[in-house]
């Protein structure tokens, strides 16, 4: 099985073991706000038993790494794609062009 943590910290990108309701499987969680974790913590979270999901701590920490998360509540998201797709256009046109774009499994 691949360690997601460890690719994730091979790029400089802090990732952290969730719940499945995407709440922090870790007490203490936020000191990867600060730092990266470390390889013996990445090969213990990649054993936890049921952990399937991660998150990717935003920041300083990940390199500047920004994520706009569009939730998908009452069948807005494209509405809302598009408005900020549109805004992009207008006010940084070489931007678009260069995000990693995902659609969720809740298709947000």
Not at 22 to 27: F, M, R, S, Y
Not at 33 to 60: D, Y
């Amino acid at each position: 099985m691949k360690n997601f943590y460890w690719l994730f910290r091979e790029k400089c990108i802090s990732a952290i073991p969730v719940n499945e309701d995407k709440t922090p499987k870790l007490n203490g969680w936020k000191v990867f706000q600060t730092r990266l974790p470390s390889r013996e913590e990445c090969n213990r979270w990649a054993n936890i038993n049921g952990t399937h999901s991660l998150a990717v701590v935003c920041g300083r920490v990940s390199q500047g790494l920004e994520i706009i998360d569009i939730d998908n509540k009452g069948e807005m998201a494209a509405n809302i794609y598009n408005e900020i797709w549109e805004k992009l256009k207008q006010e940084a046109p070489d931007l678009f062009s260069r995000l990693v774009i995902e659609r969720s499994k809740n298709n947000g």
